[in-house]
């Protein structure tokens, strides 16, 4: 058994395909947020939500699932718990009752600053040895990805 990330053989990455790669990458991310959510009883897929509601708030409930690319079904369970927790609020529209718009209620909007807050002091360890222009490029060409391959959203 591995005793650590040095034992792992040397060059083990540079052969895994690209798929592979962004959910390696996404899974080491996903466990610092893990941790931090895990006090709540919360998910990374839970503050994924919640951060993206911060970020664009008010959007039609399966908006934000596809543009988190999570199933409706899967993404119900995940504001049924937040709204449970009182961190989100569901509004139903007038014109379409059906249609529910989401938004961070007061407590919900603390609780993101302070998982905002939170990430911000794992930065370092879950950037590695990025240094700031590293990650601004892969950032910008993780938005370019996403863009191509992520849902129509001009429909909602």
């Known amino acids: 058994m591995l005793k650590s990330e040095s034992d792992l053989p040397k060059g083990i990455y540079e052969e895994i395909d690209f798929a592979v790669l962004m ?25 994924s939500v919640l951060g993206m ?19 409706d079904a899967t993404l119900g369970r995940y504001v049924d718990k937040l709204e449970d927790h009182g961190l989100v609020l569901r509004e139903r529209c007038d014109e379409d009752r059906r249609t529910v718009r989401l938004s961070l209620t007061p407590p919900g909007l ?6 905002k807050s939170r990430l911000s002091a794992v930065r370092a360890e879950i950037v590695g040895d990025l240094g700031d222009s590293d990650i601004s490029i892969l950032q910008e ?6 863009t191509a391959q992520g849902p129509d959203l001009s429909m909602g």
């Open 23 to 47: 959910q390696i990458a996404g899974r080491m991310i996903a466990q610092h947020v893990e941790a931090i959510g895990k006090e709540a009883s919360l998910s990374a897929g839970h503050l």
């Open 53 to 71: 509601i911060h970020r664009k708030p008010e959007l039609v409930q399966n908006t934000y699932g596809a543009i988190l690319a999570i199933n």
């Open 110 to 115: 603390a609780y993101i600053a302070d998982v």
């Open 141 to 146: 060409k993780l938005v370019t990805f996403l």
